[in-house]
């Protein structure tokens, strides 16, 4: 067969043309950005408003935490988002000094599946984390008992489950159960996948919801925002200040507030088990990481000006998604930081 | 008895022979000329080379990437790595054992019950089944194959594991309960859950190469066998499933294949537990479920890790193909010298 090189020739100065033409058609006020999918619901949602707004565009890439501290630190976005705060260890690999940013707060939800239990079952720290070591296996120990006095509980065996994929969700639950019990921190730990002692593995929050649907007698932990959808009993937890508290939107939000003066000093400072008397105890953030120094001013400013609504005009947004908006006093720890950016 | 048998091999072969002989004789010559003689006949023979090529090349590059992504762990821990159970990533502690237990476990589970499910739906469908109904039935099993994993982990959710529960809590209050391969809690997620799934998703692909197999296996020898007396089932087992045995042999190493590198059906029912447990009714894991499960939010040697983990399971295909091979290799040369 002869070839046509001339043809060949002119399509493809024709897809170089069309491919520049797209390149300079794109709006010059347009942000990348990657990372957690936790937040994802609530960020898709302002950034679709952001836009009507702005008109600034803003491309996000549900990746994951990790792939979002990936990206931010190869440079590739403008800012990355993760669900668990970047340590030490990982700053110090950053090419510049990076700034995080809470946004919203989320809630870890003690789901269960006990069908003839009416009222919610009351847990604290210590049998949740005896359950988790299977230390407790049947509902009726004793130390589940004594936290629920009048409540009939059935014989059968706690069928335990867990995320078996590395996830925040998890980090949040096990930075919980090492805060109030110093078994499970020495022999478990904390963090996105962890040695679990005993139960089931889901992938995902659907994975472990499905492991409680479908068992009589499970427990496990979900998302907040997953739970409210997806009619779950859930269990009211002993706080800090000792009064059992239902997870909720506020009493997220009061543990952040709760949290200030340890946020203050370190704005990844860990908001579980916070003071405050209606402070739910496993509750966190999620963070935006954008450098401080951007090294272009126009994009700092973008940066900013988003930033200062999302903090502000944004968090209207989170509540009806379930997601927990900011209390004013750590709007405020935010707002400096983002002074910083330039 | 055994005569007609005998007599039925003797033209088995003899049919084979002539066939090889066929084979060998009268195309080498000619390509030998054309290789070199004629320009479109060069081109064909060095693309086709290329393109046969490229795939030993791409697998020499897909083990070479995971050596070196993978050796930062294997510095660390050696082949330890293939026998030890413990999998930390607080402590940062990797261990493969219980997922390569896992892996050949869950898929041998599921070829056992795979594999007579999948010959004897062939043979019907070959030699038994009335006209109308084998359309039906190969549509049937074509369809099961083109079922996406996910919907088969889903109905193992739904479906499998509530009906798993209730078996195995029979299990657990009977007697069985004091068997290793029964103890534990019945919570359904389970080895067991994993190897039915596994079966049913690798039955398509072993009936229908067995399905095809059969129906190649010349009709000479079927008139051959009837011809001797031989009843349906006789001329079954004998002349029609040996000449077509290395190519069932086959199509149970696609199903293998198949069943080990199946992750997201199996993750979604397995349980994903920590241990190797001899126990069908505790959760178990494969290396590909801890691959898909921890890959995305790993961090330190972490990935290392799970690379090694990958690189093991690239191993563990390879060694059970060639296992499958020098054993499809015997059986062929059994044939010849029988």
């Keep these: 067969m002869k070839i046509d090189c001339n043809l060949i020739f002119k399509w493809g100065v024709a897809l170089v043309g069309i491919a520049t033409l797209a390149g300079c058609a794109a709006p010059q006020n347009s942000l990348t950005a990657a990372g957690a999918t936790f937040p994802y619901p609530v960020y898709s949602q302002w950034f679709d408003a952001y836009h009507t707004k702005t008109s600034t565009t803003i491309n996000y890439q549900p990746m994951g935490s990790g792939a979002g501290v990936q990206q931010i630190k190869s440079r590739t976005m403008d800012f990355g988002a993760s669900d668990t705060p970047v340590d030490d260890a990982q700053l110090k690999t950053m090419p510049k000094k990076l700034l995080q940013i809470p946004t919203v707060a989320g809630a870890v939800v003690i789901a269960y599946n006990l069908p003839g239990l009416k009222t919610p079952l009351k847990l604290d720290g210590p049998a949740l984390a005896d359950i988790y070591l299977g230390k407790i296996t049947k509902w009726n120990d004793a130390k589940i008992s004594a936290l629920n006095p009048g409540v009939v509980l059935p014989k059968i065996g706690i069928v335990v489950g867990h995320r078996s994929d590395g996830s925040g969700t998890s980090y949040i639950f096990t930075s919980y159960l090492s805060d109030v019990s110093p078994e499970w921190d020495k022999k478990v730990g904390t963090g996105k996948s962890v040695s679990w002692p005993v139960g089931i593995g889901g992938k995902g929050n659907s994975g472990v919801a499905g492991v409680i649907k479908q068992s009589p007698g499970a427990l496990g932990y979900i998302e907040l925002a997953y739970a409210a959808q997806n009619k779950f009993q859930y269990a009211a937890l002993l706080n800090a200040a000792g009064n059992f508290v239902l997870p909720s939107v506020e009493a997220t939000t009061a543990a952040a507030a709760g949290s200030t003066e340890k946020l203050k000093k370190d704005i990844r400072a860990s908001i579980v088990n916070a003071a405050g008397e209606q402070s739910y105890p496993i509750a966190s953030f999620t963070y935006l990481l954008v450098y401080e120094d951007t090294g272009n001013v126009t994009k700092a400013n973008e940066i900013k000006v988003f930033l200062r609504w999302a903090i502000t005009d944004g968090q209207k947004m989170a509540k009806p998604l379930n997601y927990a908006p900011l209390p004013e006093s750590v709007v405020r720890l935010d707002e400096k930081l983002i002074k910083r950016i330039h | ?338």
Aim: charged content about 10%.
């Design chain 2, 1 to 338: 008895m055994p005569r007609p048998y005998e007599c039925v091999k003797v033209l088995l072969h003899l049919f084979m022979n002539s066939q090889n002989q066929q084979h060998n004789t009268i195309p080498t010559e000619r390509l030998k000329q054309s290789r070199f003689g004629n320009l479109g006949d060069s081109i064909f023979y060095s693309s086709t080379l290329i393109f046969a090529t490229s795939v030993l090349v791409a697998t020499l590059l897909i083990g070479f990437q995971l050596i070196k992504t993978s050796w930062p762990a294997i510095q660390h821990f050696g082949w330890r790595f293939l026998f030890t159970s413990t999998w930390d990533p607080v402590h940062q502690i990797y261990g493969a054992w219980p997922y390569i237990w896992g892996t050949l476990a869950s898929s041998l589970l599921a070829l056992i019950l795979a594999v007579p499910v999948a010959i004897g739906t062939a043979i019907f469908l070959v030699e038994l089944s009335p006209k109308w109904l084998r359309g039906v039935l190969s549509f049937m099993v074509e369809l099961l194959a083109a079922v996406p994993s996910v919907v088969y982990g889903l109905w193992g959710i739904f479906v499998l594991i509530p009906v798993l529960q209730k078996i195995q809590g029979g299990i657990a209050l009977s007697k069985l309960s004091v068997l290793p391969i029964f103890a534990g809690a019945p919570t359904g997620y389970s080895m067991m859950a994993g190897a039915l799934v596994l079966s049913i998703m690798i039955l398509p692909i072993i009936t229908a190469v067995t399905r095809d197999v059969i129906a190649n296996v010349p009709a000479t020898q079927r008139e051959a066998a009837f011809g001797l007396g031989s009843t349906h089932w006789e001329a079954v087992k004998g002349p029609i499933l040996r000449s077509a045995r290395s190519g069932i042999m086959g199509a149970v190493i696609l199903g293998l294949a198949r069943a080990l590198g199946e992750t997201m059906a199996i993750t979604m029912v397995i349980g994903n537990g920590k241990d190797a447990s001899l126990s069908l009714l505790a959760p178990a894991n494969t290396l590909a479920s801890i691959l898909a499960n921890q890959f995305a939010e790993a961090s330190g040697l972490q990935l290392p890790s799970l690379m090694y983990i990958a690189l093991v399971l690239f191993g563990v295909a390879i060694i059970v193909n060639a296992i499958a091979r020098l054993l499809l290799w015997n059986m062929s040369r059994g044939m010849k010298h029988a």
